[in-house]
């Protein structure tokens, strides 16, 4: 069975600071997708990566940043200099890699950015 | 493209009465995801249809839920009769066919209070 694991319930920073959220998971399968989404206080989901198991190379989209480690079975999810907007709540997904198939969520991290 | 979209955006509803929901997904995407959000259990699947056929609905909590998807275009959530327990945010989500499993897109959801 697949499982995703955010053992940060809730992360607060000052405003610049940069903060990592920790995403750990579990799967038999040997090929795979990772995702992350984020969630404003709007409440919609908003879609930020998509990452196959074969690509363990880091990536940067601006202030974002993703680390996955196939050997720690992690793929975690840096800001950098944090700003007020970036305050929601972070999901880390998984699914299968082969078709368009459903995402198993973790609980999510609250991220509160203060200015 | 307008994205997805769900009606009604807030329903509030007697124990008992029966509740439908409705999701519109992005043109030419051929997945279509139902997902419900609690704080007790987080965003957790439903059921999801490829083409139009439903592939997996062991995430259907009973008898009382039913999902539909008559064309491309449209889909339905029944709840009848309807529970306190149900009150939840339900997310609709589309997907593109293509290769590997792709990121899939969020509707605003669906705040359903059951009184």
């Known amino acids: 069975a697949q499982k995703v694991t955010q053992a940060q319930t809730e992360i607060s920073v000052v405003e610049k600071e940069d903060v990592t959220l920790d995403c750990v998971y579990e799967?038999?399968?040997?090929?795979?997708?990772l995702f992350w989404y984020k969630q404003p206080p709007s409440g919609e989901l908003v879609f930020l990566i998509r990452r196959n198991s074969f690509d363990e190379q880091n990536e940067i989209s601006g202030r974002y940043s993703w680390n996955f480690q196939k050997s720690t079975s992690s793929f975690n999810f840096t800001i950098t200099a944090s700003q007020v907007v970036d305050s929601a709540v972070y999901f880390c997904a998984l699914s299968e890699a082969w078709g368009n198939t459903p995402l198993v969520f973790g609980k999510g991290t609250r991220l509160s950015v203060i200015a | 493209d307008a994205g997805v979209i769900q009606s009604p955006r807030h329903e509030v509803t007697e124990m008992g009465q029966e509740v439908t929901l409705r999701c519109k997904p992005i043109?030419?995407?051929?997945?279509l995801f139902w997902y419900r959000q609690t704080m007790m259990r987080g965003l957790e699947l439903l059921i999801y249809f490829n083409n139009n056929v439903p592939i997996d609905d062991s995430g259907m909590p009973e008898d009382r839920f039913s999902a539909k998807m008559p064309n491309a275009s449209f889909s339905t959530l029944k709840i009848q009769p309807s529970e306190p327990r149900d009150s939840a945010v339900y997310f609709c989500?589309?997907?593109?066919?293509?290769?590997?499993?792709?990121?899939?897109?969020f509707g605003p959801g669906t705040r359903l209070t059951v009184l």
């Open positions: 989500a589309s997907s593109p066919a293509g290769q590997g499993n792709n990121e899939q897109f």
């Open positions: 799967t038999r399968d040997t090929t795979y997708y």
């Open positions: 043109s030419g995407h051929n997945s």
